[in-house]
């Protein structure tokens, strides 16, 4: 970059920059983000009638296209720039064009001077930088390859046992470490080291050959127990050949391929612990609370497909004859105000398993007081920690030991996985959902401002310190770790900022770190299918569902009453706070006079009254929507269910859409990723999404459904007619649409392809974290002291100010 903004200086083009930048520093604005950016260049050009080819070809647009980032300051100009996914560079420009790279540092110390938080008399800031502690570990070159963290970790380790004999004893002591219950596995004490091994390989595939590959483990059971293999290896000869090939093949000829295979086998994950712990966390009646949405779906539905994934497992392992049960453990945090739910039960059992818990374990405050009622996310810091204590002591038991990986969800999770990981040493898995730094601008640069209601500087604490700790992190999207090439990804915006007067975060994650791993996950089909699965449909739900969608006029339930039920619905189905934005599809909706006489509108929003919402970003949009009603006079349009939708109620609400070739939209601001997008999608509705966020991931454009853009009304009102139009003159265009959503979702976002993945990587990065654990001591050692001397101390305090309230 640096070059192309010296041949801009040296060329002609010099007086476009010139002039730009001098157009800048006369606006009122002196911090601009990339939307800002396109805007200025935008009017810049259409003041000086800039061709054409000037705006999209020059080299000061391609300069400008990179921008994230300008802040002013008299009269100089820094430019932060993004020239490609992952890479960031930094340059100072004074008003005689001269060019100057800036360091990370001098970007910080900049920022701080932008909000008049910069003290340099005053002594230095502590600098957060993890940049040393990733020198252990190989990084990915190309950023395309970000986010497939195991092919490259998988392609390194094959090439290090193929020169280290250290590691190959590094893999034998592994495979003779598993146990279930005190029962050894895999290998026993007739085999010593990892010559040995390679040996009594070779002696225990001459005595397979002997059995047909269907014969079962039973029958040879004591004489492969002599050649030093417990249980283990498969349930057949076959298999237990195939396994044993695949090590005598790592042994002598490593190559990636064969690691993957051969460790995604290894017996060694029965119990699991998923942390989940804001919001509420329940079966039934918990979704559209505040707080409570796609996480709770997410979690439940991956505990049940996990507990199917290792019973499959334990199966073709051969572990049956020794009775091995997987366990999964939902732990979440008991509110004993349960407000009806059932959040305030010790243990539940999660329906349709054998062995999968919902573990509630309360918050406390001083003096082993519990906490009596729901609190905001923003607000559980301080009890984060004594929670881990309590919750280990009650996972030890119902485990009756140790569980062999916990995964964090969203910041507060993932803190209590680190924890947890850390005092039991397992393999720790985090989980992200929505990272807040990248829903709320500048939310680390005015952090003070903000912390009375939101106390991000714990919450960013917390998401540095786990998501350094984890040893892998399975995101959902390629741009929550790095963004696409416009804009950054949620990952990223922690890699460089500022909070000022607390910290500076020099480096604050490795975005090419193999940790980095791209993990959809699926929909409950078992709720959501298509709506063609006719046989399979809720037929005795669907009168009451089509009265209370279309005509059910109850003002405790619905706001408004359709003039015309017939016309084509347009859907939504989403919490009333800020982000999600129904208000904007509604405003859509009113600012677009066709789309109104074309179709209706139908929102499934939770609430209706604005007394019945303790929450205040939910009480302020419920106002909004009233007020939208109002100003665009949409009564006989429009109808707003106050109600909040059981899964089965909500999978036949899709279809019952669908069956009126209707449309789904997610006009979401931003959406990390977007569960209604998959269930509407499978349920064969054409769905509108958000460009912003995972939904651009999930549909291809134009093909399986469409973006919109939810910050222009009137374009994505025209986005919308468009495919109306085109359905009335092509009535085959509906269904084309309506069966590629389907078959999208089906083909890459099942739970089962989810959950052999991440038990794949557990194992895989299991066996990595055996291996690197020395390498791995500093790290912890740092993560340890930010903990102590950082977040604690303002934990603490914001326990003082509750107890105060
Ligand atoms: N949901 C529901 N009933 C409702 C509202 C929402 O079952 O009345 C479910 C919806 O089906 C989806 C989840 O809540 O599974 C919302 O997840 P999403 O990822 O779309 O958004 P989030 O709420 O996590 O931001
Ligand atoms: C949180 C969100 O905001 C959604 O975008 C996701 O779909 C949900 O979690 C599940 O990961």
Redesign the pocket.
Known sequence: MLELIHSIVNSEEHIDLHQFLHQLRWQNKSYLLRNDILDAFNDYCKSLQKPESFRNTSQVSKLIYHTQEIILENETCCLVVRPRIGHQQVFHIAEDLQVEPMSVQELLDLRDRFVNRFHPNEGGIFEIDFHPFYDYSPVIRDFKNIGKGVQFLNHYLSSKLQESQQLQEKLFKFLSLHNYNGTKLLINQHIQNHQQLSQQIKLALDFLNSYSPTTPYTEFRFELQDKGFEAGWGNTAGRIQESLELLDGLIDSPDHQTLETFLSRIPMIFHIVLVSLHGWFGQEGV??RPD???????VLDQAKNLEQQLKEDITLAGLDILNVQPKVIILSRLIPNSDGTRCNQRLEKVYGTKNVWILRVPFREFNRKLTQNWISRFEIWPYLETYTIDAEKELLAEFNGKPDLVIGNYSDGNLVAFLLARRLKITQCNIA??LEKSKYLFSNLYWQDLEEKYHFSLQYTADLIAMNAANFIISSTYQEIVGTPESAGQYESYKCFTMPELYHVVDGIELFSPKFNLVPPG?NESY?FPYTKTDERFYSECDRLENLLFNLEDPNLVYGKLDNPNKQPIFS???L?R??NLTGLAECFGKSEELQERCNLIL???KLRIEDSADHEEASEIEKLYRIIEQYNLHGKIRWLG?????S???ETYRLIADCQGIFV?P?LF?????????AMISGLPTFATQFGGPSEIIQNGINGFYINPTRLEEMAQVILEFVNKCDHNPDYWLRVSQQAIDRVLKNYTWKIHTARLLSLARIYGFWNYTSKENLQDLYRYLETIFHLVFKPRAQKLLAQHIQR
């Open positions: 979704l559209g409570t949405g796609g996480q709770v779906v997410y959902h929505a929909v959501f189905m989403g919490r706070d982000i999600k499934v929003a939770g109600v909040r939708l059981s899964k109620d909500s999978g997610q979401a959406e990390a990723f977007g569960l209604t997008v998959l269930e």
